[in-house]
């Protein structure tokens, strides 16, 4: 069963409006997740703001946004100030623009989610979006307030759906070259191509789910497993010092060798 929508409100396209609910696409519901407690006691630690000079608690009705503009000095803002920066409408993703799919880069991509109708009267303005997207391979572009913050986002059609995306603000983006541009741009040897390019093909496999796999996750539920049952919790086991990998003389010679073992790996 599709997990319950989180936000329901409405997609507009100039004069056309229709009823839409949206879910995250993914989730972390599984993961394993821990209490801190009191070791002594067993009992639950609860958090609270001290005031860093007067070490006292401070009360949430008196918890304030600050902004530091010098050392020990801060700028305080108000909730009702903050609020009064959102947009007006926190329900309706008015599409304000479309770009082409492929001129936005997947580093802009933040958290995707699924879009869908709310009601069977909306489905043919929905369809009719998507499908216009779809036919011209754009993308919409649109704010909305979500998590509390106004997110610019942008509109996928994928399939019988749409999926949205947040994306991040422009001061969280780094840009490549301040990363990228030292490594040596030299052509690489033509011999050293095909020995890679046959050890790509060695390891290529479909792709599967199972890949992604956690197993510190699976560990974790072993021992919560074997704990509940009253077993005694397993030894620490320490883990092995990774080898230094030595210095590469030749890296034809390194490679040769990877592709004998590859494929001495597949007879067996």
């Known amino acids: 069963m599709a997990p319950r929508s989180f936000w329901k409100g409405y997609l507009k396209l100039s004069l056309v409006t229709c009823p839409v609910a949206m879910a995250p ?7 394993v997740r821990f209490h801190t407690l009191n070791g002594k006691t067993g009992n639950r630690v609860v958090s609270r703001y001290i005031d860093a000079v007067t070490g006292k608690t401070v009360d949430e009705d008196d918890e304030v946004k600050g902004y530091e503009r010098g050392e020990s000095d801060y700028v305080m803002l108000e ?3 903050l609020d ?14 479309f770009v082409p799919r492929d ?3 997947w580093i802009w991509f933040d958290t995707p989610h699924y879009l869908t109708p709310d009601d069977a009267v909306g489905d043919e303005a929905y369809c009719v979006i998507r499908d216009a997207m779809a036919a011209t391979h754009m993308v919409g572009i649109s704010r909305l307030v979500m998590y509390r913050r106004e997110r610019a986002v942008m509109l996928e059609p994928r399939d019988k759906g749409i999926v949205l995306w947040t994306l991040r603000y422009g001061d969280e983006v780094r840009g490549e070259e301040d990363y990228f541009g030292d490594i040596g741009a030299k052509s690489v040897d033509s011999k050293l191509m095909t020995l890679v390019q046959k050890l790509i093909e060695e390891r290529t496999k479909p792709w599967d789910p199972h890949m992604v796999a956690d197993p510190v996750q699976e560990k974790l539920l072993e021992i919560i497993a ?5 077993r005694k919790r397993p030894a620490k086991v320490e883990a092995e010092e990774e080898a230094a990998p030595s210095n590469v003389i030749s890296i034809m010679d390194a490679l040769r060798k990877s592709l004998s073992q590859e494929t001495g790996a597949k007879k067996r």
């Open 79 to 81: 909730d009702d100030e």
């Open 226 to 230: 074997a704990r509940k049952k009253g």
């Open 103 to 105: 001129s936005i880069e």
């Open 84 to 97: 009064a920066m959102a947009l007006e409408s926190t329900r309706t993703i008015d599409i304000e623009m």
């Open 25 to 31: 696409a993914t989730s972390e519901n599984e993961k």
